[in-house]
């Protein structure tokens, strides 16, 4: 294409798929019963990808792990999602949603992914995010803190930065109540000094690392907390957030529904069920009021006293 | 406002107010156990409305009533929306939506609307439209049928040209399914003539009353067919598809959400539970399966052979 892009962009793919391997075998390795099938599925125009999916597991209720390498010509939606010109594009990535079966297991999603264009524009971008139906602030700082850690390594305003993305980007406007306790996103992260470039790469890779490991943690911190019906109702609820947040707000579940991207893919982040109660109000002082109080936006977890 | 129009609108407002009190309480009556509760809301810059919401009935598992009349200055997103100047705007209007326990009942939706701005345009609009879990051709034909008959009364144009309407807006587009078997959909329904006008607003009527005593006979038609765990599951999956239209395709939803409406009347047409299965595929030659072959558009209900 004759653009100054100087990294391999195979090599990155190859990586995120390999990633997703490895995922795979982890997380099946943490339930301990459910399986991924592996569905490989060709894109009109260029590419394709692998969508893996485990359902009714031991732990996971249901989960995707997807992988993609999607390339040819922008169409007007994409030249106008990307805010580019026209041209050709390269894209590929990863991207997992969990659910679990407990509702004292939070609901995760991680995705990063790398786009190439013909005009020698190209960038790292992904996030992670961490959905408990029950917020328990510990565990938010634990998680927060782990991921300033895998920031700090490569830039002291990444966390900052890029927590603050992840505030405004996972937002349910029409509820004013963010999808989760936050984490990180990050787009359109580029450098014109190679050097740099590659190693933005690597930082796109330490989140790609940092997502098993701390799911693995937050499970094991969890998996024995008891619960009842009362709980599976209100993890039924929040699930319904989850899907209005999906199916509304998400730019990426908008544009592939809107671009005839593949269904099955795109919505494999849905829950296996969710609840809608009309105008739901929880009793004062429960766990279930105390979880609303924090999905708020600007939350400090860090220095949370 | 010094316009030509010459309905009274507060006589069109009074009419559908009045049509939200007649039909809570012939449903009540209908599910013989279920009551509708009553929420008055304000509107922040002009009107309000009356939203009520029955849950855990007999016959219906969530059914919604929503009444409003608002008025104010349009703001960009309804000047974009109604394609129209900025000026002063009224809506009136009455949306029902009804989720039945029993998958062997279909989901019904239906809205009337009336519209005048500051500039002197005014119009109808409204639709009906019966989202059968499982398709019976008797059913889709007894609905269309009917249908025509009150639009006949009319115009013998409306029926051919608002079900084909009906056909285009409630399609899933990145499922490549109808939501249900249709029924008819118009907008913008005006005439520079008062008498005409008045005319439409009689038609506006006829739709809004033709609706309860069709689907009380869809409720007697079909409410001690026997069903089981399979059906129900099959109620979740289409549920599933209401939620994904409704949060990605109907207008009116995304108008609301995207105006900071009241998200918990607008919402009210969720039902109380969905669910996703993964890539779900029906047995050939199920009920399932041959429900999925009905949900295309374009299908002559009239002359069903």
């Given amino acids: 294409m004759g653009s100054p892009v100087c990294m391999e962009k195979e090599s990155i793919s190859a990586w995120f798929k390999k990633l997703q391997e490895e995922l795979c075998e982890n997380l099946e390795q943490l339930d301990g ?38 390339f040819g010509k922008t169409n007007s939606s994409l030249v106008n999602d990307l805010n580019t010109s026209e041209s050709d594009f390269y894209a590929t990535g990863i991207s997992v949603v969990l659910h679990p079966i407990s509702p004292m297991i939070p609901i995760i999603h991680m995705n990063t992914r790398y786009f190439e264009m013909g005009s020698g524009e190209s960038w790292f971008g992904g996030g992670i995010d961490l959905t408990p139906h029950y917020v328990l602030p510990e565990d938010a700082v634990y998680f927060h803190k782990a991921l300033k850690n895998v920031c700090d390594k490569f830039d002291p305003d990444f966390y900052p930065a890029f927590k603050k993305e992840a505030d405004d980007y996972f937002f349910i406007r029409h509820r004013n109540e963010t999808r989760g306790i ?20 690597e930082f796109t890779k330490a989140v790609g690392s940092f997502f098993f490991p701390v799911y693995r943690d937050l499970v094991s911190r969890n998996k024995t907390r008891p619960y009842g019906n009362r709980e599976r109702q209100w993890q039924g609820l929040r699930r319904g957030r989850y899907v209005e947040f999906n199916l509304v707000w998400d730019k990426g579940t908008k544009f592939g529904l809107e671009t005839e991207g593949r269904t099955e893919s795109i919505l494999m982040s849905l829950p296996n069920s969710a609840c809608w109660i009309y105008d739901h109000q929880t009793d004062p002082h429960s766990n279930e009021h105390n979880t609303l109080k924090w999905l708020k936006k600007g939350v400090d977890w860090i220095n949370l006293k």
């Fill in 33 to 70: 019963s459910g399986k991924f099938r592996r569905d490989p599925w060709p894109r009109k125009g260029g590419g394709g990808g692998i969508t893996r999916v485990l359902e009714e597991g031991n732990i996971i209720e249901k989960g995707g792990v997807n992988f993609s390498e999607v």
């Fill in 182 to 201: 936050g984490g990180i996103f990050f787009d359109r992260l580029s450098d014109p000094d190679d050097k740099k470039m590659k190693e933005l790469f």
